[in-house]
């Protein structure tokens, strides 16, 4: 058995390479090369997508997240000082999006079987600036919305779904996307929904926001050197506008392969030293990633796992309020998510593994000791 990368860019991406070569042929003699059609087509195709009135894109999924807070705060609905209540167990770039529009990252207990946020913990840290609320969809799976929602409507909460890792994923009827006022995505090369570079997206059923965002993004501008606000640079390129666009084709399919091999691990993986993920029977998985918490030497588990060729990562090892860059919130004490950091391992889960691939690492899975 070769070695099994945890994610291989090039074999995800090889099934498309011939129509992307195409692609980059037209978008070369177009000449069309910012802001142009395809940037508006995917727009509009990915709108339709998450069931959502409008999209738009963004340089990636940080600037996505930061720009939904600079359109509100342009509103009126928040203003600098603020505070975002959002899980402590995610991504930095979840509290990033909060503090880089001037806003206070307030960060909330985890469900510690699904790992997403808890909204019954966040009730305990709602004060006067509270005035948002953003679930983050992690590992592919929807939050708790239902949760989100009553709390949402009984402290009139702005709610921000961070859907980086959840391309396709629903809760109840509705697509990750569309469960609150606006939501951010990112298409890093590793997303279910991959560009071959960075890139983001904003959805919304709000016209007056999604406005503001798409001059925001672009210097401010109303229109061509006539900046309305004190805006930024953040476009999606028209290059990964058109890869984006044959990609989106494919993204139930993509998303129904990694389904069947979580399936696979759930049937297969069976060691009293390894737990396997919860599912939200309300919610929904595109199984951005498959994490597994490890009871024992996590760093053994994964030595052992990489001696047989299965590389393996850890999202995240160190949750935000707990780094350098938060030093003002380490004094927060949340214990679950401080706990599966110690714990979690994410196996590969892409769609490109063969029956082979997934048999052997459930095998050795199962082999250790």
Request: glycine share 8%; charged share 25%; no cysteine.
């Amino acid at each position: 058995m070769d070695k099994i990368r945890f994610f291989d860019t090039k074999r995800v991406n090889k099934k498309y390479e011939a129509v992307f070569k195409r692609k980059f042929s037209d978008f070369l003699n177009n000449g069309q090369y910012v802001l142009g059609e395809a940037v508006k087509n995917f727009e509009n195709e990915f709108a339709r997508y998450t069931g959502t009135g409008y999209a738009v894109g963004t340089g990636n999924g940080l600037d996505a997240l930061r720009l939904i807070f600079e359109a509100y705060k342009i509103k009126g609905n928040l203003k600098t000082g603020d505070e975002v209540l959002v899980p402590a167990n995610t991504y930095v770039a979840s509290f990033l999006g909060i503090s880089l529009a001037g806003l206070v990252p307030v960060p909330v207990d985890i469900h510690p079987d699904t790992m997403n946020i808890n909204p019954d913990l966040a009730q305990e840290v709602i004060g006067p600036k509270t005035k948002a609320v953003m679930p983050v969809h992690l590992y592919g799976q929807t939050a708790d919305m239902t949760g989100i929602w009553n709390l949402a409507d009984k402290y009139n909460l702005l709610v921000i779904e961070d859907a980086a890792q959840a391309h396709g994923a629903y809760y109840g009827e509705k697509k990750a996307g569309n469960l609150g006022d606006a939501a951010a995505f990112s298409f890093y090369p590793t997303k279910n929904l991959g560009a071959l570079g960075d890139g983001g997206m904003i959805t919304t059923n709000d016209p007056e926001l999604a406005e503001i965002i798409s001059e925001f993004r672009n210097y401010g501008q109303e229109k061509k050197y006539i900046s309305k606000y004190k805006g930024i640079n953040s476009r999606l390129d028209e290059i990964q506008a058109l890869f984006l666009r044959e990609k989106l084709i494919f993204l139930d399919e993509i998303n129904r392969k990694r389904k069947a091999n979580a399936q696979f691990y759930f049937s297969h993986i069976k060691n009293p030293k390894v737990d396997l993920p919860v599912i939200d029977l309300n919610a929904d998985s595109v199984f951005h990633q498959f994490v597994i918490l490890i009871n024992g030497d996590r760093s053994r588990f994964r030595d052992y796992l990489l001696k047989n060729g299965i590389e393996t990562l850890i999202h995240y090892p160190v949750p935000p309020h707990k780094q350098p860059a938060y030093k003002e919130l380490e004094d927060n004490f949340l214990p679950a998510a401080e706990y599966v950091s110690r714990r979690i391992v994410s196996i590969p889960i892409h769609e490109e593994l063969s029956k082979e691939e997934l048999r052997f690492i459930a095998e050795k899975i199962n082999l250790f000791e």
